[in-house]
């Protein structure tokens, strides 16, 4: 991979937001002092976890967030990004997140938390419209009780995937394969989010967006049958949540499959943004369906599908088989740009990073420093991005792969479940590097 490692990072504006990203599921452990989730009842039956591995310890977060909280120091973040578990707000403890939040203020580190990154409380169903306004109602609980110290908040972690993956597809939790009746799903979670931001401005919130992951879509040729696939899994990818958050309605053709009275939604779900979340780790290479079921990243997608993800040949790939491509970062937030206009909030990425083995992590530090580059090319291109999140602080329970995937910027002796012991990685210390320079006097 070409690293432009040896040339300082350019400069980001004053007041950029830098940060590190987790959620509650992934990290937290102790899950036996809340409600199960979704994902308990998944990661329980067999061969749903691709190393039969459970969340139930995770990284011990909810014992050792002091600990972490002191990594976030010391890396010199200016915000952390941590998911709030529904299941455990349900069961009355909302004290570790007031802890954890007083450590973070006392650290000077932003909370920024997201209020659902995938642990539906197994009670609920995203089927059922109840969800939603059940969702508004625990945003209410949360936000009086940690209002006070919370600037800046997050609705929902990538509902598209929650969706497709959960739902459609069956790879993660709950495990269905709906397909396209998976689409209530998408249309429940989006309410969910109206609801929630009016529930949080009517208790003084500010600050208020959600994530959706995002990234270009490269037809797999200039063949008309490529073209439209390449066309329709955009509209899933890039269109299908963004289009009635931004503007208001849904893209063509699909408002009309989805529950009760849609239009009348659509005025809650497009409450207006303080700031817009993208979570970017790769392009996908689209093409016409094959007419068989294929096996791809791990997810294997059904025949029906009017389209087929393809190999992207030629560039590097991450232990993870996504490949590497920073310039796709400023291509997106070029495209969002010109087709959002000025209906697009600021911009913040509230992920991005890779999964590497090793302590001497060479290839994350390129990573970032392509995409942190790409990043400021889109600002010079005049796109407001506002922050940039790497995925992730520690290595953590990633959905259906476990713990083979290693996305932290600090080690997790998982071999080792009485001291889960944390080891900066080289990327940690060359992070902390960047951030000081970005923060030094006239450097
Ligand atoms: C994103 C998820 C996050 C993590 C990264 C690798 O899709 O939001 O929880 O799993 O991918």
Not at 203 to 216: D, E, K, R, Y
Not at 365 to 382: F, S
């Amino acid at each position: 991979m070409t690293t432009e490692a040896g040339n300082p990072i350019p400069r980001f504006p004053a007041g950029f937001l830098w940060g590190v990203s987790t959620s509650a599921h992934q990290i937290e452990g102790a899950a036996d002092a809340r409600e199960p989730s979704v994902w308990d009842a998944f990661t329980a039956e067999p061969g749903r976890v691709k190393d039969g591995s459970t969340a139930a310890v995770a990284c011990d977060h909810y014992h050792r967030y002091r600990e972490d909280v002191a990594l976030l120091r010391e890396l010199g973040v200016d915000a952390y990004r941590f998911s709030i578990s529904w299941p455990r707000v349900r069961s009355g403890d909302l004290d570790f997140y007031d802890r954890l939040v007083d450590e973070l203020c006392a650290a000077g580190v932003r909370p920024v938390p997201t209020l659902f990154h995938w642990d539906l409380p197994a009670a609920l169903d995203w089927l059922d419209r109840d969800t939603a306004e059940r969702f508004a109602e625990y945003v209410s609980v949360v936000a009086g009780r940690l209002g006070d110290r919370v600037p800046q908040w997050i609705t929902l972690n990538e509902p598209a995937e929650h969706t497709l993956l959960g739902h459609a597809l069956g790879v993660h939790a709950p495990g269905r394969r709906l397909l396209f009746d998976a689409l209530p799903v998408a249309h429940h979670q989006l309410l969910a989010h109206g609801l929630a931001v009016r529930a949080l401005r009517a208790s003084g919130a500010t600050g208020i967006g959600l994530t959706n992951s995002h990234g270009p879509t490269w037809p797999a040729s200039r063949e008309q049958a490529d073209l439209e696939a390449a066309d329709f899994y955009d509209v899933l990818l890039n269109r299908l949540f963004a289009d009635p958050l931004l503007l208001g309605r849904y893209p063509e053709g699909i408002g009309e499959l989805m529950p009760g009275d849609a239009e009348a939604d659509l005025k809650i779900i497009a409450e207006p943004l303080d700031w817009y979340g993208i979570n970017y780790y790769a392009p996908t290479r689209v093409g016409a369906p094959q007419g068989t079921e294929i096996e791809f990243g791990g997810v294997s997608m059904p025949a029906e599908l009017p389209f087929s993800v393809r190999e992207i040949e030629d560039r590097p790939v991450t232990d993870f088989g996504w490949p590497v491509v920073p310039e796709a970062l400023t291509d997106l937030l070029t495209t969002f740009h010109e087709r959002y206009a000025d209906r697009l909030p600021p911009v913040v990425i509230t992920e991005n990073g890779c999964s590497y083995d090793g302590l001497d992590d060479q290839d994350r530090i390129a990573y970032l420093d392509g995409h942190i580059r790409a990043l400021h090319r889109a600002l010079e291109a005049d796109v407001d991005v506002r922050g940039y999140f790497v995925w992730s602080l520690l290595d953590n329970f990633e959905w259906a792969e476990g713990y083979a995937r290693r996305f932290g910027l600090v080690h997790v002796n998982f071999e080792d479940p009485a001291t889960l012991k944390r080891t900066p990685k080289a990327s940690y210390r060359w992070l902390r590097d960047v951030l000081r320079a970005q923060k030094g006097a006239g450097a």
